[in-house]
C-alpha cells in the first residue's frame, strides 16, 4: 500500500472521488450550468475529447440543455462534465453559414413539446403550430397544444368561432389543446399538472404569453414579461441556446428560441406527410411510393383532402412546409 503522503495530487484525487449526475440548464460560451440531484447548481467545463468526437458527428456543440451528465469536482469547486449520458432524443437545427450543414443541438431529452398560441391578439397562427408538431413527431416527441388569452374569448362570438375551430382540428388529430388564462387562472391548473416531473419544451410567436402563463404556473420562475424580455432576446447569438429552467413541482421547462431557430433540419420532401398524422392511413395507397401528395396522379392523400377526411388548413400548411423544404428553406421558418 502506497504512502499517501508521498502523492502530490492527493487533493485533487480525493476531489475527483466526488462524482456526481446532473442536468445541463445552459450553456455560456464553453462553461454550462448544471443542476445536479441535490438541485444545488454548478459551473462546470467539458473535457476537450468531447469536442473532437462531436466533430465527427457533425453537431457544433458538445453538450447541450437536457443533457444528463456526470460531473467531476474540480479543486476550485468548479466541475467537470466527464460524461454524457446517451439522449433519448434531441431539437436541433441547422448550423447556418457552412457548405455541408451541420446540427446545432438546442435541447436534448425532451418529453413533451408545447405549442402555444393566443385566442388573439396575435391572432392564432397555425402555421406555427404546424411546423412545431412536424418537428415534434419527426423527432418522436409527444406534443400539445396551448391557447392562452382564453379571456379574450368572453362575448367574442367570432373569435370564439374560429379559435373553436383550431381546437376542435387539433384534439380531432390527437393532440392535447389546452385553453388557458394566464391573466385570470383558467386551465392553469391543468397545464401545472401536464409540466410535472417532465422535460417540456414551451415555444410559440412572441406575445403569446408563455412567459406570463409559466410564471402563472410557477411564480419562482420569475421570467421576464413583455416587451423586455423580447427586447433583450433580439438578434443575439444567445437566441440559438435554450435554457431549462427547474420547476418546483419537479421537471424542467426549456425556453428555446422560436421555431424559425429550429427549422425542420433533415427532413426529406416526400418524408414529411409521414410527420402529419392524419396522412399517414393514406401514405401507403398513393400510386407512387415516394408521393409528395402535391402533382403526382393517383394521390391518396388528395383524395382525403377532396372529400374532407383531411381539412384543406393542414393540407394547405403541408404545402407550405413541402415549399421551403424544397427550397431549403426550412430553417428560414418561411
Ligand atoms: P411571451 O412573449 O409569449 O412570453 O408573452 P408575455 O408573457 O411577455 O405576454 C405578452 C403580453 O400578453 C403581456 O402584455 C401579457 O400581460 C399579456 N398576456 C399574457 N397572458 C395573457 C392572458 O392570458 N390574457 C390576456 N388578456 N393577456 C395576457
Ligand atoms: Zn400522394
Redo the contacts with the bound molecule.
Keep these: 500500500m502506497p504512502d499517501p503522503s508521498d502523492a502530490p495530487d492527493r487533493p485533487l484525487a480525493a476531489a475527483s472521488e466526488a462524482v456526481r449526475a446532473g442536468v445541463v440548464l445552459r450553456s455560456t460560451g464553453s462553461w454550462y450550468t448544471v443542476a445536479t440531484e441535490t438541485g444545488e447548481q454548478v459551473l462546470a467545463r467539458v473535457r476537450g475529447r468531447f469536442r473532437l468526437e462531436q466533430e465527427v458527428l457533425d453537431e457544433t456543440n458538445p453538450v447541450a440543455a437536457g443533457d444528463r451528465v456526470r460531473l467531476r469536482t474540480e479543486a476550485d469547486g468548479t466541475a467537470l462534465i466527464t460524461e454524457i449520458l446517451p439522449r433519448h432524443n434531441q431539437l436541433s437545427r441547422r448550423a447556418a453559414g457552412r457548405r455541408v450543414s451541420r446540427e446545432h443541438v438546442i435541447v436534448a431529452n425532451v418529453d413533451f413539446a408545447w405549442g ?1 398560441q ?2 388573439a ?1 396575435p391572432t392564432f397562427n397555425p402555421g406555427f403550430l404546424d411546423r412545431l408538431l412536424v418537428m415534434a413527431e419527426a423527432y418522436h416527441i409527444p406534443a400539445g397544444i396551448v391557447i ?5 374569448l368572453r362575448d367574442r362570438a367570432d373569435l370564439q368561432d374560429a379559435v373553436f375551430f383550431w381546437r376542435d382540428l387539433y384534439a380531432g388529430l390527437g393532440y392535447p389543446v389546452l385553453l ?5 387562472g383558467d386551465g392553469v391548473g391543468a397545464f401545472r399538472t401536464h409540466l410535472r416531473d417532465k422535460t417540456s419544451v414551451v415555444a ?13 404556473v410557477d411564480p419562482a420562475l420569475d ?5 423586455i ?2 427586447k433583450t432576446r433580439k438578434g443575439t447569438h444567445t437566441t440559438t441556446f435554450a435554457t431549462l429552467y427547474p420547476l418546483t413541482d419537479g421537471g424542467y421547462v426549456a425556453d428555446t428560441p422560436g421555431l424559425r431557430e429550429f427549422g425542420l433540419a433533415g427532413i426529406a420532401p416526400e418524408e414529411l406527410s409521414g410527420y402529419f398524422v392524419e396522412m399517414r392511413p393514406f401514405i401507403g395507397e398513393c400510386r407512387y411510393p415516394d408521393c409528395t401528395h402535391d402533382h403526382e396522379p393517383g394521390c391518396a392523400v388528395a383524395d382525403a383532402v377532396a372529400e374532407g377526411t383531411i381539412s384543406e388548413e393542414r393540407f394547405s400548411s403541408y404545402l407550405n412546409i413541402l415549399d421551403s423544404l424544397r427550397a431549403g428553406a426550412a430553417d428560414a421558418g418561411r
Design positions: 402555444v393566443a385566442a391578439l392562452n388569452k382564453a379571456d379574450l388557458t388564462s394566464a391573466l385570470e410559440g410567436p412572441s406575445g403569446v404569453g408563455k412567459s406570463t402563463l409559466l410564471n402563472t421570467l421576464k414579461t413583455g416587451e424580455s423580447q
